[in-house]
């Protein structure tokens, strides 16, 4: 989908990096060894970049160094779309759709990162009038196909109003932290 969206495959190559890495950080030379393209359109399209307010950069002795720029105002936007087209994203997406009642499904930092920092940290959260059945069977197809268990928490909308009121932990580690909406919109959980 997105190499139908942007004009440039070295740009999406190297926004696919970033995006999918927030915290990467390269020098132009270094991308050019992970892509195995030209230096000169490597260069070209990190210069873009800049130039857009997506990337930032700063000179670490004799190199130049690009990282994201996180007061990019379409940043996080731009981060969905990318995990979304990810085998990741696409295999949630394709998995979880046919589950009836999921109005809203998160991915959490948690996930992103497959590591869990705290107790309290659950790898996506659900929230609708979803069989709970139904959603389990997607969820263990989900996790033999990424190889991974992954941690969980399923709330019916007046639980999740509640929780939040409450400022349940759970919830709120799962709300606070980066996180990416797979299905749903931001404005579901307000």
Sequence with gaps: MLKNLFISKVRLRILEKYML???ATYH??????????EINAVRRELLNLKDAGILKSVKEGNKIV???????????????IFFKDSDAGRLLLSSLSPVEGVKVAIVTEAFLKNKHDDPSDIDMLFI???KIRELTSAMNGIEKELGRVIKYAVMKPEDYEFG????DPILMNALLKDKIIIIGKDTDLI
């Design 21 to 23: 890495n927030v915290k």
């Design 164 to 167: 939040r009121r409450k400022k």
């Design 66 to 80: 690009y990282t994201l720029n996180k007061n990019c105002p379409i940043l996080w936007e731009l981060r969905t």
């Design 128 to 130: 609708g009038e979803m």
């Design 28 to 37: 132009v030379r270094g991308l050019v060894r992970e892509l195995g393209e």
